[in-house]
């Protein structure tokens, strides 16, 4: 039975992979910061799934708890990547700092420590894939999106580079970009605001956690001598923003 590590795993697209994969025979190791959720897959999933309450961007903890998983655990096949976020929508000069450094620490610094962690474990795999979850902000840059842009950029550069690195391996790296997905992103980004949250879905069509979910187990389930270097993928009412021209 394969192993796979999932971080921010207790919504959105975590707990959509760990739900879709368990269910496809896997056993997961769920990384988010929220026991309460993690406890309550776990109730259902039972020995299927090993949590960890952890924050990504605590280093030291990272590679503690991934040296020290249970044996049944230990040997993992697979590395999704997940967990990031937005903070609010103002202008670069007005954002704070603390959201600044939040965003930064979570999309860049706990993503590249989650990735140093594990990669060494996949290496000793026949087969072995890690899935990082980017977006399309990382090439199409919209009003107030400023930092988190530029992190899900470096998230795309670093897939394309991790997969130089790691030539001649059995394991794969995909970029997924996804555009408009109805998760708890934009509650989160307005700082529990479900107002307006909501207003970002009305009237349109969205990507799901769960479509997201069926991406990767395609892509898992292609023949091991493939590797999809990035699939860039949006609901059908969206399409990339305009250039932009200030008149007088």
Not at 39 to 66: P, W
Not at 203 to 217: C, G, M, Q, Y
Request: aromatic residues 8%; contains cysteine; glycine residues 6%.
């Amino acid at each position: 039975m394969k192993t796979a590590l999932i971080t921010g795993a207790s919504s959105g697209f975590g707990e959509a992979c760990t739900k879709a994969l368990i269910k496809e025979g896997f056993k997961v190791i769920a990384i988010a910061r929220r026991k309460e959720k993690l406890e309550l897959l776990k109730q259902e999933f039972k020995e299927k799934l090993h949590i960890i309450a952890l924050d990504i961007r605590d280093k030291k903890e990272v590679f503690s708890q991934i040296q020290n998983l249970p044996k049944e655990f230990q040997e993992i096949d697979i590395l999704i990547n997940n967990a990031g976020l937005a903070l609010g929508q103002d202008e670069f000069d007005s954002l704070s700092l603390e959201d600044i450094e939040t965003m930064v620490d979570t999309n860049v610094k706990g993503f590249l420590y989650i990735a140093r962690a594990v990669i060494p474990i996949l290496r000793k795999q026949k087969n072995a894939y890690i899935f990082n979850l980017g977006s399309v902000a990382a090439t199409n840059a919209y009003f107030g999106g400023n930092v988190y842009c530029g992190t899900k950029a470096f998230v795309g550069q670093f897939s394309k580079a991790l997969r130089n690195d790691l030539r001649g391996t059995n394991i794969k790296v995909t970029n997924i970009a996804p555009g408009l997905c109805k998760t708890e992103f934009s509650e989160v980004r307005f700082k529990g605001d479900k107002e307006k949250a909501e207003k970002v879905y009305e009237n349109t069509k969205f990507i799901s956690a769960e479509d997201i979910a069926k991406v990767i187990l395609s892509i898992i389930n292609l023949p091991e001598h493939i590797n999809i270097n990035e699939i860039e993928l949006m609901p059908i009412t969206q399409t990339w923003n305009g250039f932009y021209i200030e008149k007088n």
